[in-house]
C-alpha cells in the first residue's frame, strides 16, 4: 500500500501474456487497468531517432530552432510512473539493460500515458550512458525516460521485479504488437544508448585497434564471446549446438571464420571464468588476442559489448544475454544479421550458418 496525496493506491504486477493488472482506488472507486488497455500506439515499425556513430558521445540538450519551441519532454504528458531502481537488479549489464528496455516498450505502448522512473542502482550504471544533466534531459524529450526527482507527479503504475521483466521477451508482446515492432524498437533504442557513449568503453575499442594495428597491422578482427556462466553454460544454452558454444573449442571458431570466408585476428571478450578454454585457443589459433593478458586491459562490460560490436563476425552463445543484446547492437550500427554467430545452423556441407530467432 502506498499514500499520495491522501490517495490510496493499491497495486500488484503479474506478468503473463494477457498483461499487467493494477489495481489503483482512487476514492471513488477501484479503477483495474491492463498494459494492453493502455495501448495507444499504432501497429507501424518505428524509424530510428538519428544515425549517430557508436562511441558517439552524449547528445545534449533539444535546443531551440529559429522560433519553433521546444517541446516538453515526454514526462510531462504522462500519467503513470512505472519505477525502475528501487528493487536489487538480478544479474548483471545486460539483463538490467533488458529490464530498462522492457519498461521502455510497456510506455511506449501506452501511448504517451506511462514513462519509465529511473532511480537508485539503475541511475547509477545508467550514468555512463548519460553523464551529465543535459544528455538526460536530451533523453526526457526523445524516450520515455525520466530521472526520479521531488516534483515529478505521476501515479504509480506498478513495482516489477526484474526477474519478472526478463520474462516478457518480445512473444510476451504479441498481443499488443508485433515482432517486427517490438525487434525494431529494440534496435533504435540500443542505438541510442551505444551511440550516446564516451569514455572507458570507447578508449577500449581504441586499445584495441592500436594494438592490432601495431601486431597485424591492420584493425579489423573478429569477437569471440568466451563465457562460463558460473560454470552454468549448459544449464543456459539450450539449442542444438549449445555444447560446442559452451567449449567453444578452437576448431568450432576456426569452422565459423572459415564458413564466414576470413582470416582475421581474433579478439577474446570473456568473464576470464575458465582460463584453460582461452589458454586452448591461444595455443591452436593464429592471432589471438587476449586485452587482459595481452596488455593488462580489465574492460567493463560495456566496453566488451562495444569492441563485440564493432568485430566483422561475432561469435556468441546464444544462452547468454550479452550475446544477444550484442546481435541486435550490431544490427543498430549496420552490421548484416549474417555476421552474428549466435543462433547457429550447420549444412549437410558442414558449413556454419546463421539465422534469426523470432524470439
Not at 558517439?56 to 525502475?84: E, F, H, M, V, W
Not at 533488458?98 to 519509465?116: C, I, K, M, P
Not at 573478429?222 to 549446438?241: D, I, P, S, T, W
Request: hydrophobic content about 40%; glycine content about 8%; proline content about 6%.
Amino acid at each position: 500500500m502506498i499514500l499520495l496525496n491522501n490517495q490510496k493506491l493499491f497495486y500488484f504486477a503479474t506478468c503473463a501474456l494477457a498483461g499487467i493488472l493494477v489495481m489503483i482506488s482512487n476514492g471513488e472507486g477501484t479503477k483495474v487497468a491492463t498494459v494492453r488497455s493502455l495501448v495507444g500506439a499504432p501497429e507501424t515499425i518505428p524509424k530510428p531517432i538519428d544515425d549517430r556513430p557508436i562511441c558517439g558521445g552524449p547528445r545534449r540538450r533539444a535546443s531551440n530552432i529559429g522560433d519553433t519551441p521546444i517541446p516538453d519532454p515526454l514526462y510531462k504528458k504522462a500519467i503513470y510512473g512505472l519505477q525502475l531502481g528501487p528493487q536489487r537488479p538480478y544479474g548483471k549489464l545486460n539483463n538490467m539493460i533488458l529490464e530498462l528496455f522492457t519498461g521502455v516498450d510497456v510506455a511506449q505502448d501506452s501511448g504517451g500515458r506511462t514513462v519509465v522512473i529511473v532511480s537508485r542502482w539503475a541511475h547509477a550504471w545508467m550514468m555512463q550512458f548519460f553523464p551529465d544533466g543535459e544528455s538526460w534531459e536530451r533523453l526526457a524529450h526523445d524516450l520515455p525516460i525520466v530521472r526520479e526527482h521531488p516534483d515529478l507527479k505521476l501515479q504509480p503504475l506498478q513495482q516489477w521485479s526484474t526477474r519478472d521483466f526478463l520474462t516478457r521477451e518480445p512473444a510476451s508482446f504479441k498481443e499488443q504488437q508485433s515482432w517486427e515492432v517490438v525487434h525494431a524498437r529494440r534496435v533504435n533504442f540500443f542505438h541510442y544508448l551505444f551511440s550516446n557513449l564516451q569514455g572507458e568503453p570507447c578508449e577500449f575499442l581504441s586499445k584495441i585497434e592500436d594494438h592490432l594495428k601495431k601486431k597485424f597491422n591492420q584493425t579489423k578482427y573478429v569477437a569471440v564471446h568466451v563465457r562460463n556462466m558460473e560454470g552454468k553454460c549448459a544449464l543456459h544454452n539450450k539449442g542444438q549446438y549449445a555444447k560446442e558454444q559452451c567449449e567453444m573449442t578452437p576448431e568450432y571458431i576456426q569452422g565459423i571464420m572459415d564458413s564466414a570466408g576470413l582470416k582475421l585476428p581474433i579478439v577474446i571478450l570473456s568473464d576470464m571464468q575458465d582460463e584453460a578454454k582461452i589458454h586452448k585457443i591461444q595455443d591452436e589459433l593464429d592471432q589471438v588476442v587476449v586485452p587482459e593478458w595481452d596488455f593488462g586491459a580489465d574492460p567493463s562490460m560495456t566496453a566488451d559489448l562495444v569492441v563485440a560490436t564493432m568485430g566483422e563476425i561475432f561469435i556468441g552463445q546464444e544462452g547468454s544475454s550479452g550475446s544477444r543484446n550484442i546481435g541486435i547492437i550490431r544490427e543498430a550500427f549496420g552490421k548484416d544479421l549474417s555476421t552474428n554467430y549466435v543462433f547457429v545452423n550447420k549444412t549437410a556441407e558442414g558449413k556454419w550458418t546463421t539465422f534469426v530467432r523470432r524470439q
